[in-house]
């Protein structure tokens, strides 16, 4: 799904009650033992890096005075 779309779907009530669904389920499960002690590839890793510097450069930049 394009990153436009995804947005789109998450800015509605029901897109973010799926997505925040979503994010529950997904650390619910990394949580589990037998997932934790399993390795991580290195471009998984590396596309998380590349991930947390955007979110990072995206906080350092002015607050938009736009209302929602």
Do not use: N
Request: hydrophobic residues 45%.
């Amino acid at each position: 799904m394009r990153p436009e779309r995804q947005q789109q779907i998450w800015r509605s009530e029901a897109g973010s009650r799926l997505w925040l669904s979503g994010l529950i389920a997904a650390m619910q499960h990394a949580e589990r033992p037998e997932v934790r002690r399993q390795p991580v590839a290195p471009e998984i890793l590396a596309e998380l890096r590349a991930q947390l510097a955007l979110t990072a450069s995206f906080r350092a930049s002015p607050i938009s005075t736009l209302r929602h």
